[in-house]
């Protein structure tokens, strides 16, 4: 049995995670910001690992290891850094295949990174996703320690997240749901993306804890079938028209259009305009690839189970209101929550 300490470990991976960590026998603790019950060798810890006050009394404590899926400016991450290996026989990185640069050949863990190559000095100059993740796999790195494992990810769904490219399900499916246009960008649907369902990510992660092979080593954990998006968005329109008894209507505009409809800046041109195909050979030394769910019917089945309970975060009625000026279209009055949604929608919308 192995202590683990999950920090942030309740979304599409971390979830899975937990559960097959504690079924294999370890005693799990997980922070949440959100009240839980706890379960035989899981055990929920409310409060913000953000903060110092909260997450110090944990790293006092020595664990097998610690799996950290916070998000962390650079600065704040390299301050954490020493206590976050100092508490852990092995601290598991959750960064972003999103750090690898564009190529014209499947990625492999040793490809070139954006924050390698690129001479854009204004996207240097931010802390964006990416380069955020990457600099701090460096301070990784320069720290003298081998105990930290990095995985990358790249695009997880689950039966609550559904992504379109840059949109999550609350900046496309709501819309269908409500009878509006789903509004894309006809540069991103054609191009290549790699999306894997966050179990089978959490199932290659569990093989990698523990594992004294993994140490000092960095794994992207990615499906090994890639499909177009607009492949992907003809699987969510066939379910959707099932469900509805009609197909919603699709806009693809083009990416000055589109952008004034989602600011991504960043994230599109540097990531969702690339085509991104994956080389599993370093972590199927681990995990049988070949055994993830399929792109077709698991995504499917993740949106059928979604659409039996619809529950969405908040909406940008902003970028909803540009959308529905750009289709001619105006939402329902029953659907805002709060006057000030309605000011903003109507600003928006018709000025």
Request: aromatic share 12%.
């Amino acid at each position: 049995m192995k202590n683990v300490l999950v920090l942030g470990g309740t979304g599409a991976m971390g979830k899975h995670l937990v559960q097959l960590l504690a079924e294999r026998g370890d005693r799990v603790c997980v922070t949440t910001r959100a009240r839980r019950d706890s379960s035989a060798n899981v055990e929920y810890i409310q409060g913000n690992a953000r903060v110092d006050s909260f997450l110090e009394p944990l790293l006092e404590r020595q664990w097998d290891a610690i799996v950290d899926f916070m998000v962390y400016s650079t600065p704040i991450f390299r301050q954490r850094v020493p206590k976050l290996l100092g508490a852990t026989g092995q601290y598991v990185f959750l960064s972003s295949a999103r750090v690898y640069a564009d190529s014209s050949t499947p990625i492999r863990e040793d490809s070139p990174r954006l924050l390698d190559i690129l001479d854009d000095s204004e996207f240097l100059d931010t802390d964006e996703y990416s380069l955020a993740k990457a600099r701090q796999e460096d301070l990784l790195k320069q720290s003298g320690k081998k105990n930290w494992t990095i995985i990358r990810p790249y695009i997880t769904y689950s039966e609550q997240r559904l992504q379109l490219g840059v949109l999550e399900k609350e900046a496309w499916l709501y819309r269908a749901l409500q009878g509006r246009t789903i509004v894309f960008s006809e540069d991103i649907a054609c191009k290549l993306t790699t999306l894997t369902y966050g179990m089978d990510v959490a199932r290659a992660m569990t093989t990698l804890i523990g594992d004294p092979r993994a140490l000092g080593e960095a794994y992207h954990i990615t499906q090994s079938e890639s499909a177009s998006w607009r492949r992907v968005l003809d699987r969510y329109l066939k379910v959707l028209e099932k469900h509805l008894g009609r197909q919603p209507k699709v806009a693809l505009f083009d990416m000055e259009k589109f952008s004034r409809c989602k600011w991504a800046k960043y994230q599109i041109k540097y990531d969702r305009l690339f085509d991104r195909t994956f080389d599993n050979t370093k972590i199927a030394q681990f995990v049988d690839v070949n055994a993830f769910q399929s792109l077709e019917a698991r995504l499917a089945r993740c949106l059928e189970e979604f659409l039996e309970d619809p529950e969405f975060h908040a909406i940008d009625w902003g970028s909803e209101a540009i959308k529905d000026r750009y289709c001619g279209e105006v939402a329902k009055l029953r659907e805002f929550g709060h006057w000030k949604h309605i000011i903003r929608y109507l600003l928006h919308r018709f000025f």
